[in-house]
């Protein structure tokens, strides 16, 4: 069986059902309908204003699109795989609605440079959706934050036991990444946002046409400086897939946390019902699904990435149907950007609590104030690398003894260093050892405040 294609008269047989099936894209290039009526209603006006074709041709052309449209939000626009792309659907419909006059939309225009305007169209819209699903993620963050300034949890370096910081300077740490993955996905919008219309399949054209009039009608803030880069260039779905898979960087080792601090062994948070699930055969679980599933998930964004990278890496110009593999990698990393947001955000906000009294006990409960030992001393003058060794032995022999730094006598202390005063278990208090970092981007709790403070200032901005 065949199936006959309209693109051309030049094959004298209709393609094989299999290689049809094999070389449409229509399954999942619809998701760009809405994106590509857009272009084409922009394309027809532009056709009118430069008098290639009649103004009541192009009304006529605007009116059809504009059908579709509504026809499509109804459901009554629904087309198969006869249809090859979404861009041959669109047209096939319009000659319908309108009869021949549809046949001329096309003038002045490509596929190539088509499919590049919708994809742009489409990714320019996502990505503020996600840069507004990130804020959202970041006042979860800093209600919590606010919230727990002085809350003291253990701090790591190799996930050992380092330096006790504030529960809000940690979760101000996502703080900033997610900032810069707000940034960043700000700059990429720079470079989606450059039409490509009117480069036609690679050359331009040989209509006289007004590519910015297009662009301005799209919004796009520039266009396409040479034809063949326009209808090839990928560099800002690469940088899209990149910005993503950064992002899921972030959520995924903030999720990998949740996970541990969950578990009986840390046992800093409990999952509440809402965003947790059971086992099957073992009544006592409660299983963190959420965060789990954010760090499965990261793996396909940055396949996603990967993949577009070795579509990219052989190309020759300028377009080859090897890019109609860019849409399926760029719609599933949106899907999954913006479902792991909102799933952390949501787990954030309604989850989890932090088991305060459990992180209490846990910062008395190590050596993580040793650091502050030699500092107490370098502040008295003795050499910090001195101090330093000092402190090791000192960690040494408590350890032998099953003593903390804290239940050494005034009098052991002493006769590890004359230096040592009363005022020894002060400074070595978790709560004073945390205060005292007031150095710039520091835990100490005066500069955390200037910091949710400034974060609130950003995110007002």
Request: aromatic share 8%; charged share 25%.
């Amino acid at each position: 069986m065949t199936q006959q294609q309209t693109w051309s008269q030049r094959f004298e047989s209709a393609l094989h059902p299999i290689i049809a099936n094999f070389n449409a894209s229509i399954n999942f290039d619809i998701e760009l309908i809405e994106y590509d009526l857009t272009g084409s209603v922009a394309h027809a006006k532009m056709l009118a204003k430069c008098d290639i074709i009649p103004a009541e041709e192009a009304e006529k052309l605007v009116a059809g699109l504009e059908q579709i449209r509504e026809e499509y939000r109804q459901g009554k626009f629904q087309p198969g795989i006869e249809s090859e792309d979404v861009h041959f659907a669109v047209e096939h419909r319009l000659v319908e609605i309108i009869g021949d006059v549809g046949k001329k939309l096309h003038t002045a225009r490509s596929r190539n440079d088509q499919v590049g305007t919708d994809t742009r169209l489409y990714l320019r819209e996502q990505i503020q959706q996600i840069r507004q699903k990130l804020r959202f993620f970041q006042c979860v963050l800093l209600d919590i934050a606010e919230k727990n300034v002085e809350t003291i949890i253990p701090g790591y370096t190799h996930l050992q036991r380092a330096q006790p910081v504030s529960l809000a300077h940690h979760l101000l740490a996502y703080f900033e990444m997610s900032q810069r993955d707000w940034e960043r996905l700000g700059d990429v919008y720079r470079r989606v946002n450059i039409s490509p219309l009117g480069c036609g399949a690679l050359a331009g054209t040989t209509f006289p046409i007004d590519r910015h009039y297009t662009a301005q009608l799209l919004h796009f803030d520039a266009v396409y400086a040479n034809s063949l880069d326009g209808v090839s260039d990928r560099d800002f779905a690469i940088e899209f897939l990149s910005a993503a898979s950064i992002i899921m960087v972030h959520l995924s080792r903030f999720s990998e946390e949740i996970i541990l601090w969950a578990s009986e062994e840390f046992g800093f948070v409990s999952l509440l019902d809402s965003c947790a699930t059971g086992s099957s055969i073992m009544p006592q679980k409660k299983n963190p699904d959420v965060p789990e599933l954010i760090r499965g998930k990261t793996g396909r964004v940055f396949g996603n990435l990967q993949a577009l990278l070795v579509v990219m890496k052989g190309l020759p110009l300028a377009y080859n149907k090897d890019l109609q593999e860019d849409k399926e990698s760029i719609f599933d990393s949106v899907n999954t950007v913006k479902a792991c947001l909102d799933a952390i955000t949501i787990l954030l906000r309604e989850g989890l609590e932090f088991r305060s009294h459990r992180l209490a006990e846990a910062v008395t409960q190590d050596f993580s104030n040793a650091t502050d030992v030699a500092d107490y001393l370098a502040a008295r003058g003795v050499p910090f690398r001195e101090a330093y060794n000092l402190v090791g032995k000192v960690v040494k022999t408590s350890l032998a003894a099953g003593k903390l730094l804290k239940d050494l006598t005034l009098e052991e202390w002493q006769q590890l260093h004359p230096k040592f005063e009363a005022d020894i278990y002060e400074a070595i208090a978790p709560r004073q050892v945390v205060a005292a970092r007031n150095s710039y981007g520091g835990t100490g709790f005066a500069r955390i405040k200037e910091s949710l403070e400034f974060a609130r200032k950003q995110l007002s901005e």
